[in-house]
């Protein structure tokens, strides 16, 4: 791997990071804004630290060291840049897997925002869709099928590893609501709710967060040691808008859509990659630029109409 293309794949997961966490970064302000300055603090500093080498730290080399138990905890942090022949055979070997995983969640997350989710109407139909949301359960149901039938006729691994990516999103996505819901007590019960309560909460909902933003890196690199350092640095980038810019980040209004379409092409790529078709390693991280850049130009141009 050159030099060029490993600044153009840390470019791009900071990018995608920093984006796909504007909605972890509104809670987090949110939240913080009821707080005492110990809290705010503590939780800006030993939280970062949780955030960025305990979640996005261990996540991605665990998820690797699952899908491939026989590289062994070294050669799952190294494997991409190991000269072993056995190690390169190893991580290709179990990529499709850890690919159709990543891909499933991040096309059901996709689906979601486009059917369920409150949202800035940023492009033609997307107001039709949401107001089609009955339909989400069926497409994701049906499209879950035919990606298993078609990876059960290449490994039954893979068609276990789409299943686990639909659970995975289920998952999240009961913690994420079970959040808004406790947001909204939260901000009803301001006095009754203790500053350590509150902290710990934005913690464990950093977790959940950072999942969108770990498998989707792998749509950029199955290189554990580039996905730390992309991702730690978008995880800080999120902090600092935390506590300076978030109300300004909020009026760009069509960075969310930016961030899902994002998430829906990288979704693909995992996808297509998984079944062995060649994707090149640009792809991923010049399409996030393109994608987010246009909607972010968007909101730059609604917000000059409404200053």
């Not at 900071?14 to 970064?25: G, M, P, R």
């Not at 902290?199 to 040691?225: E, R």
């Not at 990288?266 to 640009?282: C, K, R, V, Y």
């Amino acid at each position: 791997m050159d030099f060029l293309s490993i600044i153009l794949i840390v470019s791009g997961l900071i990018l995608f990071e920093t984006v796909s966490s504007v909605d972890n970064a509104i809670i987090n302000a949110q939240v913080l804004s009821t707080t005492g300055e110990k809290a705010k603090r503590w939780f800006l500093t030993w939280g970062l630290l949780v955030a960025v080498f305990v979640v996005r730290g261990t996540l991605p080399w665990l998820i690797v060291w699952a899908v491939a138990p026989s590289l062994g905890p070294i050669g799952s942090l190294t494997a991409t840049f190991s000269g072993n022949h056995k190690v390169t055979e190893a991580i290709e070997s179990s990529a499709p897997i850890l690919l159709i995983a990543g891909g499933v969640f991040m096309v059901f997350l996709f689906f979601y925002w486009l059917f369920l989710e409150e949202k800035y109407y940023g492009l033609k139909g997307e107001r039709f869709f949401h107001s089609q949301g009955a339909w989400f359960y069926a497409i994701v149901s049906i499209l879950l099928s035919v990606i298993v039938w078609f990876a059960l006729k290449i490994n039954p691994f893979m068609a276990f590893g789409a299943v686990v990516g639909s659970t995975l999103f289920f998952l999240t996505h009961g913690f994420k609501e079970n959040a808004q819901k406790v947001e909204k007590q939260m901000e009803n019960k301001t006095g009754s709710i203790t500053d350590t309560s509150k902290v710990f909460y934005l913690m464990v909902i950093d977790a959940t967060f950072s999942l969108d933003g770990v498998l989707g890196a792998f749509a950029f690199t199955l290189s554990v040691p580039l996905i730390l350092l992309g991702n730690g640095i978008g995880a800080i980038v999120v902090r600092q808008v935390t506590v300076s810019n978030i109300e300004r980040i909020k009026k760009y209004v069509f960075l969310k859509n930016g961030a899902m379409y994002s998430i829906l092409i990288l979704g693909l790529i995992m996808l297509l990659e998984s079944f062995g078709f060649h994707i090149p390693a640009w792809l991923s991280p010049l399409a996030t630029a393109v994608i987010v850049g246009y909607f972010f130009l968007k909101s730059k141009s609604e917000l000059a109409k409404f200053p």
